[in-house]
């Protein structure tokens, strides 16, 4: 069985800080990675996807993350943070069927203040 | 529209009524999938679609919940006799094809009274 957990449900920095949102995975098989965002009212968005290719992915808005298979980590980073980042962010791993099946963490709620 | 369309937005039920939650996939997505979301959780696969074919339905909770997607497009979430720990946001996803990312609709927030 696949399983995601995120530390921290609550995160907060200051704007113009780093962001650090974290993700470590459970999978029996090479796992697919995932992290999406979701602004309130509005349906999540796809940040940035992990598929065994490179191992530090990028994604929109100058968010990364990198795979470590053997820390089982895939942690969210953003070099400065904007007052536009303040949203909910679940890491998600592909389920035994593949594409056709996300398992998402609880999420993280990130807050930036000024 | 440009987007995954999901209606109503809210949904107030009471409890033993039936409900029925609507999608309008992206035109051409072959693919079409329903979530629930409780709150402070993220989202949990309850059925996937390939055009008109339901190919997975292993995250229904009960059988008080069907979907169907006959024409492969418009899908409908129908739960019966409602209970209160249905209430959530259920959200409605839809991608070209197998290895496309998703797009989400803004989903149907149901609370069951």
């Avoid at chain 1, 992290?35 to 940040?47: R, S």
């Avoid at chain 1, 990198?66 to 389920?95: I, N, Q, R, W």
């Avoid at chain 2, 290895?99 to 149901?110: C, I």
């Amino acid at each position: 069985a696949q399983s995601v957990t995120q530390l921290g449900s609550h995160v907060s920095v200051s704007e113009g800080a780093l962001v650090l949102l974290r993700c470590n995975y459970s999978s029996s098989v090479p796992p697919y990675l995932f992290w999406y965002v979701q602004y309130p009212n509005q349906g999540l968005q796809l940040l940035l996807k992990y598929t065994s290719a490179a191992t530090l992915v990028k994604g929109i808005n100058d968010f990364e993350a990198e795979f470590k298979k053997s820390e089982t980590s895939f942690h969210l980073t953003k070099p400065s943070a904007h007052m536009s980042d303040a949203a909910e962010y679940f890491c998600a791993v592909s389920g035994s069927g593949g594409y056709n099946k996300l398992i998402f963490g609880a999420g993280t709620r990130l807050a930036v203040h000024p | 529209g440009a987007g995954v369309s999901q209606s109503p937005r809210y949904k107030v039920a009471k409890r033993g009524q039936d409900v029925a939650l609507r999608c309008d996939p992206i035109s051409g997505h072959v693919s079409l999938f329903w979530y629930q979301q409780a709150l402070g959780q993220g989202p949990e696969f309850l059925t996937y679609f390939q055009n008109e074919a339901q190919l997975d339905k292993s995250g229904l909770p009960s059988d008080r919940f069907f979907a169907e997607r006959p024409e492969g497009s418009v899908s409908t979430l129908k739960i019966q006799r409602t209970q209160k720990e249905d209430s959530a946001v259920y959200l409605c996803a839809s991608r070209p094809d197998s290895y496309e990312k998703l797009f989400f609709g803004s989903g149907t927030q149901l609370s069951v009274l």
